[in-house]
């Protein structure tokens, strides 16, 4: 299967890091559900990507945990101290992230040039000795060492805060 422009941005960004992943080609999904029946050969934790945004819309945030972790939007509101987060419009996702519904992706922030979303992740993941994504299509997912993640992380520029969700 070719690989599409917006993955290849992906991989490229990936080689000159330095950083190795597997990829893991597989039908087009759009939730989780969809996704868990291709997970058999896929080690690593499996990881669920909210775009948020508050109530003025003058902020945004990637919210990554893992895919069975239930996050509390209420509580994440007072731990970021916004008045109230919701799902951002699938416009905004494609205006910062430069991504599609079902697609999201830490691997977006390729596309952030002006480092305008800010990531939250789970604490738990930290445990984990690799995590997967998808590459930012969804037909295929990365799998990527957590301290390659991190590497990604601090490579985009954008704000990256470890909370307990």
């Not at 893991?24 to 499996?46: C, D, F």
């Not at 775009?51 to 069975?68: E, M, P, Q, S, T």
């Not at 509101?77 to 799902?87: I, P, Q, T």
């Amino acid at each position: 299967m070719p690989v599409a422009d917006v993955e290849r941005k992906v991989l490229e960004t990936l080689d000159k890091l330095g950083i190795a992943y597997g990829r893991h080609e597989h039908p087009p999904v759009a939730t989780v559900e969809e996704a868990e029946k291709y997970w058999g050969s896929i080690k690593g934790t499996h990881c669920k990507n909210l775009f948020l945004r508050n109530n003025r819309g003058n902020r945004h945030y990637l919210v990554i945990a893992a895919v069975d972790k239930s996050v509390d939007l209420k509580r994440l509101n007072a731990m970021l101290g916004e008045d109230r987060l919701s799902f951002a419009s699938p416009e905004r996702l494609m205006r910062w992230l430069g991504l599609e519904p079902g697609s999201v992706s830490p691997f977006g922030l390729v596309n952030d040039a002006t480092h305008q979303v800010d990531v939250i992740c789970d604490e738990a993941l930290r445990s984990s000795a690799g995590l997967g994504f998808h590459p930012n299509v969804n037909t295929a997912t990365l799998e990527i060492a957590l301290a390659d993640f991190e590497k990604f992380l601090a490579s985009c520029g954008n704000a990256v805060r470890w909370l307990k969700l």
